[in-house]
């Protein structure tokens, strides 16, 4: 089972660790992260680089995809949104977490279905005839999205349980010890302190 | 305020980029990604490559080091426990995640202090002269110890909070959209699966 995960230049790290962290595990499982061209692929900060090892021509058929987000996913560039196409045509399951479900609306993927995405991009999918969700993790068919960020753990083990059973995925998250006790209850616009999301409301273009 | 995230090759992803992504937005940081040498260091896994953008050689200063664990942490590698140490002498935050604190403690910094580990190395730190806690975070003076891999983000952002205040701290919470919601109940030993526990107890050497 190869796990394909993408990468592009401004692509949010945490997005794509969540995942690959718990998904990577899986028995039999070959996780191989791909971009446009094998090499370096700087983060959101640009002060993060992770290494592609394959180039999208490298990956053809992977069972698994997942796409990370980021502030400002290329929407436009058609050899990513080509590729995702394309190896749709034979995945067991593709995946986002944050605006990487963007990505796969742009790609055509999620016409009418129901998806998630981060925030502050809930209307922005809309444009792609995808209907959002509140739900932190959204299955439709075989497509899988996770909300914000750090979503994509929970995306993660969600999707693992379900490819190799409870206990399985019970067992990667006593590993990673995912037990969160966040230091405040701020980590989406209904809970976080009004003027907090203001300010974030405020800086964010209405589309992403 | 320079930050320097340590890379060694079999760190643990998850647990460098918890806190690189609630610490990096700090105002007026500079996060650089340090080791050994300056180049590609693999993940535990194998599969994964970051890029070390600084040897130690040219980070001298840090403000705040954090260091992520691994399954197996080079806790005889004197030039990484030498520059722990050196750096220390300056630092105002020195930190770690998972089993990270294993080297913090090898290069003698948590002697007769209180930290924490990844809950299958809490009798391993326990030969250094640490007191390991029950808890998920712990402080003891400048030093600051997370749990197992995830629990980065908790250290990350209780750090932030403490540094730039607690409505900061929530706009990082907010943006990486970390309200957690695991689909079970199975992030430490005492809440995981019995029979979960005892696999990978079974399958841990004593020490680390």
């Given amino acids: 089972m190869q796990i394909a995960i993408v990468l592009f230049d401004g692509f ?3 997005d794509a660790v969540g995942p690959f962290q718990t998904l990577s595990p899986l028995p039999g499982a070959e996780t191989v992260f791909v971009a446009e061209q094998a090499g370096p692929v700087k983060d959101d900060t640009g002060n993060l680089t992770f290494v592609a090892a394959k180039s999208f021509a490298e990956v053809t058929r992977p069972d698994i995809v ?8 290329p929407t436009h560039n058609d050899v990513l949104l080509g590729w995702l196409r394309a190896v749709d045509a034979t ?14 609306a742009a790609a055509g993927l999620l016409k009418g279905r129901q998806a998630t995405t981060h925030w502050l991009a809930l209307d922005a999918i809309k444009e792609f005839g995808v209907s959002p969700t509140g739900q932190r993790v959204v299955f439709d068919g075989k497509y899988v999205t996770g909300a914000g960020v750090s979503a994509g753990i929970d995306m993660g083990l969600t999707l693992a349980g379900k490819i190799a059973g409870d206990p399985f995925a019970q067992g990667v998250q006593l590993m990673i010890e995912y037990d ?11 809970k976080a302190p009004a003027e907090v999301v203001e300010k974030f409301r405020a800086d964010t273009p209405a589309a992403s």
Same sequence: chains 1, 2.
């Fill in 12 to 14: 949010t790290a945490l």
């Fill in 66 to 73: 997942i796409v990370p987000g980021g502030p400002d996913v």
């Fill in 91 to 104: 995945t067991t399951w593709t995946t986002s977490v944050c605006t990487g479900s963007l990505l796969l």
């Fill in 180 to 190: 969160p006790q966040p230091p405040y209850d701020a980590g989406s616009p209904e």
